[in-house]
């Protein structure tokens, strides 16, 4: 019997499941919710899954998965081993295509709903050059990863590839991606749009394209005189980050909440690592020496003494405990175990972590000094999501200690000094968090969290 999976066409998430299955050959069984009925919020379905997301995939054996990057990953491990290459089992290779998905999940996706949102659901009808800047950031990440591959992750197509199309040509509805700007991206989808697993994606675009253009009036220009790139700013980093003489190195500041997830891995590995600071509000990250190693100007990054590259705390965590875990509980390897963990750290990366830097960042760095009712609500919308997770678990992901659980509890402890978490309303949560701070290595959180509690509370009123 095959799988069944819960959808709907026009959803980017869900085109990319449908490309991945198509690509291997395998045949779901489509059920199509509908989302303005209200399909996703009835108790059978939140049953199945209490997140109330697509796609969502229910095996024979009644094993479910949600999260697209999840499903995507675990299909290619199960019934996709004769196209191994789209999710490689190479770490290196496999850490790269680990940290494109998460881009998707944590940059591209969220800023094409922060786009698409107002014009669905709001009656905006045009765009608007904020939209523009937020569409050519996405646009100009790209465009550096691409640079000198014919794919996303590197000389083969993967999974990262169907997961950034599907995002990518939605967004391209609202904010052209324009050939003399964007040339590697233009290039790269013209190429996506000629293999045959593309057309899976077709169908849920056209119907996204429809209704796109009759709610919008004005499509704002994306010519040259309003492009909006990442700035690349001429800062001189400390002298320790001019060179790469010991391996694996860390870049990170330690009140940065994937940083700490990632030191908890560390720690939790027993790995001797160096720790090179950079001061983000010196904006050390946009110096060209840190930009030549990360593009993307994000910490934590993590160089190996080959000088191999990986960034996205996600990623790294993933690959830190395939390379070099005694064994593999802290991310295992039994495939629906790792799905689940790896939805967890998409969660953690689509959900928690935006929702709390759309908090603090505004807070550390723009002297913002009170915290709106809809950003309080957005976070306790997350906090009940996860208390629906840890329903009958000790930990995020089931039994054990995973690294989902030191992902979610960086951002989860960080939600709590803005938004407090009440142990009557969220007790799951409340016990979980007692049982994360008996852990050996989360004095690696705690540390880093005292930072920026002391950054948030100076400033807000």
């Known amino acids: 019997m095959a799988p069944t999976l819960y959808m709907v066409y026009p959803s980017p998430p869900v085109r990319a499941v449908l490309i991945t299955a198509k690509a291997i050959g395998l045949e779901l069984e489509l059920k199509e919710l509908n989302l303005t009925e209200g399909d996703h919020l009835k108790p059978e379905f ?8 697509v796609p969502t995939l229910v095996e024979e054996d009644g094993s479910v998965i949600w999260d697209s990057h999840a499903i995507m990953t675990y299909l290619i491990s199960k019934y996709g081993q004769h196209k191994e290459s789209l999710y490689p089992k190479e770490l290196l290779k496999r850490a790269i295509v680990d940290q494109r998905l998460h881009f998707e999940s944590g940059i591209a996706f969220p800023r094409m709903l922060q786009i698409a949102g107002p014009i669905m659901r709001k009656g905006k009808t045009s765009i608007e050059p904020d939209d523009v800047k937020l569409a050519h950031e996405v646009y100009a ?12 992750a590197g000389s083969h197509i993967t999974v990262a590839d169907y997961s950034l199309i599907s ?4 967004l391209d509805l609202f904010v052209s991606v324009e050939e003399n700007i964007f040339p590697k991206v233009k290039t790269w989808m013209k190429k996506m749009e000629s293999l045959g697993e593309y057309e899976a994606n077709r169908k849920g675009l056209e119907m996204s394209r429809e209704t796109i253009e009759s709610k919008l009036t004005k499509k704002q220009s994306t010519n040259k005189s309003n492009l909006m790139v990442p700035s690349i700013v001429n800062v001189q980093l400390s002298p320790t980050l001019h060179t790469v003489k010991m391996a694996p190195k860390l870049y990170m500041i330690p009140y940065s909440q994937p940083v700490r997830a990632t030191l908890m891995t560390i720690k939790a590995l027993n790995l001797d690592v160096e720790l090179v600071e950079v001061n983000l509000l010196n904006r050390e ?13 994000s910490v934590p990054t993590l160089v ?9 705390s996600h990623a790294i965590m993933a690959y830190l405990v395939d390379k070099y875990g005694k064994d593999d509980s802290l991310y295992p390897k039994e495939l629906q175990a790792r799905a689940i963990v790896t939805q967890r750290l998409h969660f953690e990366n689509g959900i928690l972590f935006p929702r709390t830097m759309d908090i603090i960042r505004p807070v550390i760095y723009q002297g913002v000094k009170t915290v709106s009712s809809a950003q309080i609500e957005a976070v306790k919308e997350a906090y009940n ?19 989902a659980d030191f992902s979610i509890i960086s951002s989860i402890t960080t939600m709590d000094v803005v938004v407090p978490i009440d142990a009557k309303a969220y007790p799951n949560i409340y016990s979980w968090i007692k049982r994360c701070e008996k852990l050996p290595y989360y004095n690696l959180n705690k540390k880093g969290l005292d930072e920026i509690r002391v950054l948030i509370e100076r400033n807000l009123k």
């Open 285 to 297: 990250q946009f110096s060209s020496n840190y930009t030549k190693l990360n593009p993307q100007h």
């Open 46 to 53: 939140l049953k199945i899954n209490p997140q109330h997301t």
């Open 385 to 403: 999501f996860l208390e629906k997770f840890l329903e009958g678990n000790e930990w995020v992901a089931g039994k054990s200690v995973t690294v």
């Open 304 to 312: 190996e003494e080959d000088g191999f590259v990986l960034w996205d």
């Open 141 to 152: 990440f790209l465009e550096k990863f691409l640079d000198g591959k014919k794919w996303i």
């Open 167 to 170: 995002t990518i040509s939605t």
